[in-house]
């Protein structure tokens, strides 16, 4: 009798091992994102070999992928169509060739792809063509098609692995309208990011049976742009308050995070952040137990990794030696020579060669009275010598528009009154910082140690004035008169040059400090350039064979006993020299 118990005993213990079949699932998703156009492991710009870039993340992508076969996701989330020449050559100079930030994409067997707002910029043509090429889901739910109010890419993605049903939802800053102009996103609106993504993860929930959410966002961490409409960066608010997503990859910020946020919920969210240029990747870990078809457990973590170290596949770079060739010949032509170097560092500490050489062409190009013009790389120089098409990525960053809009000198002080409040301190005795810094934003590519954003650093051209950084925010910008020596009025309509990011309410400089309407900006255009701003410098340099840089001297920061020394110390502070 108690054989038989026995005998029965240990079938009943085989049979429940048989009946609860338990599973385990591992998962490894790497996301890249603001990669800026740096796809191959040379600088087109400063011809010298660059850290990063694609080129590495594929040595470390194919690393994993011998381990996890399909079960590594490789993730992009946008701003890839601008920042080396590699993308403005496919853009706009051979626009018939296969733009090289789709081949890249397709090469290194992407899984899904955001859209972020400097693909926008490039323009329809542009990142219509460079959707079609891409063989990976291209996603951006609060894109919203306004003729069929339906997302105009797809809004999520689906892969299934092992079983797991995992969704990526797709989502882009809704600021696109503060920065660009409308005829390069005509026919699209863009939704709050919290909105979209409510309803979004409720969707895939409800209707995909999702086991697994992740968010892909090109919207930063927290802050930015704030409207009655919407918020710039809500990827912290999203983990927080929408319950729902076990990971959020995002970025947009330029600034490397990582984070583990407890929603609404109680439940944990993995939020990771890699910064740009393809330095770092976020690198997220998901162990899934799995019993009797219903998943009894969840781990996750992860962490942003510097690749910069990682051997560069060189099979990558050799399977595009064509088209990094005819990029090379595009920036190594001459196209003039330069009698002296000028520094973008000279920019933040007062009327400097580097800003005044743009001041000057956008004056000269559309006759306006007034220029406004900001650094926008931090620390680059274009050196003494022969001028290559390359030196105009550091002359000038971005493939913005020329602009010039009507302001009256009143709206004109306070712009500047606003840019010197963001860019230096008030100071209270000599031994002040001069500049407004932030020792917490030392590594943020956006910042660099300054508490607001460089590139909204605006000076000015055509007037001549004084900055008194003793004075309080909103009274430190005296200006004397124009730089022809005529009276400036407050009262008196000028037309102000200026790019098109700031024309359009980029920066907030027109709409929170000279205190225009947003809608008004369009109504005060009275010039817009059919091409980029750094076409018409290399036009213009071109034509001038050899340029002579030199500062304007129209502007100043004082008390001269007390600003000299404060520059010397933050001077050396800032750039570690």
Not at 178 to 204: H, M, P, Q, T
Not at 373 to 381: E, Q, R, S, V
Request: glycine residues 6%; negative net charge.
């Amino acid at each position: 009798m108690r054989k038989n118990i026995f005998i029965l005993f240990a079938v009943f213990c085989v049979n429940t091992n048989i009946m609860a079949k338990t599973k385990n699932i591992e998962l490894r998703i790497i996301q890249t994102s603001d990669v800026h156009g740096c796809f191959f492991p040379y600088d087109f710009i400063n011809r010298k070999p660059m850290k990063g870039t694609l080129a590495r993340v594929s040595t470390y992508v194919n690393k994993l992928r011998s381990k996890y076969g399909e079960n590594l996701l490789l993730l992009d989330n946008g701003d890839i169509l601008q920042g080396q020449p590699t993308c403005y050559y496919c853009n706009y100079v051979n626009p018939n060739m296969e733009n090289v930030a789709a081949s890249v994409v397709n090469y290194l067997k992407y899984d899904a792809e955001t859209i972020g707002n400097h693909d926008i910029e490039t323009g329809h043509d542009v990142y219509d063509k460079w959707i079609r090429e891409v063989k990976c889901p291209m996603l951006g739910a609060n894109i919203i098609d306004t003729n069929t109010n339906k997302p105009y890419i797809k809004p999520y993605t689906i892969f299934v692995r092992d079983g797991l049903r995992i969704a990526v939802i797709g989502m882009l800053t809704p600021a696109i309208p503060n920065w660009l102009c409308e005829e390069l996103w005509l026919g699209l609106r863009f939704e709050d990011i919290v909105k979209s993504a409510s309803f979004w993860v409720n969707y895939v929930k409800e209707n995909e049976h999702a086991d697994l959410v992740i968010g892909l966002f090109h919207s930063g961490r927290e802050g930015g742009i704030k409207t009655d409409e919407y918020e710039e960066d809500q990827s912290m608010k999203v983990a927080k308050e929408i319950p729902g997503f076990d990971i959020i990859f995002y970025g947009h910020d330029h600034t490397n995070h990582k984070d583990i946020i407890k929603n609404t919920a109680g439940n944990d969210v993995l939020c990771l952040d890699p910064s740009c240029n393809a330095f770092m990747v976020s690198d997220a870990r998901v162990s899934v137990r799995i019993e009797d078809g219903k998943i009894i457990s969840k781990k996750i973590d992860g962490d942003v990794v510097d690749i910069s170290n990682e051997d560069i596949d060189m099979d990558f770079v050799a399977d595009f030696e064509s088209q990094i060739d005819s990029v090379r010949d595009y920036v190594d032509r001459i196209i003039g020579k330069c009698e002296s170097t000028m520094f973008t560092r000279d920019c933040y500490f007062g009327s400097a060669p580097f800003t005044d050489f743009i001041h000057n062409i956008q004056l000269k190009l559309t006759g306006a009275d007034i220029s406004f013009n900001a650094p926008l790389t931090f620390d680059n120089k274009i050196a003494k010598g022969d001028l290559r098409v390359g030196d105009m990525f550091n002359l000038y960053r971005y493939e913005n528009q020329i602009f010039v809009l009507r302001m009256t000198g009143e709206e004109v002080r306070k712009h500047l009154e606003m840019s010197y409040d963001l860019w230096v301190s008030t100071m209270k005795s000599p031994d002040d910082h001069i500049m407004l810094l932030d020792t917490y934003s030392k590594n943020d590519k956006q910042r660099f140690g300054f508490k607001n954003l460089a590139f909204n650093f605006d000076s000015a051209a055509g007037i001549i004035y004084e900055v008194d950084v003793t004075k309080p925010n909103g009274n430190k910008v005296h200006i004397l008169s124009m730089s022809n020596s005529e009276p400036f009025e407050e009262d008196k309509w000028y037309n102000v040059v200026m790019n098109s990011y700031r024309g359009n309410g980029g920066g907030e400089l027109l709409t929170c400090g000279a205190c225009i309407p947003h809608d008004e900006l369009k109504k005060r255009r009275v010039y817009a350039s059919d091409k980029d701003q750094r076409y018409y410098l290399i036009k213009e340099i071109e034509k001038m064979g050899v340029i002579y840089p030199k500062a304007n001297n129209n502007w100043r920061f004082v008390p001269e006993a007390w600003i000299v020394p404060a520059i010397e110390r933050d001077k050396k502070l800032i750039f570690d020299k």
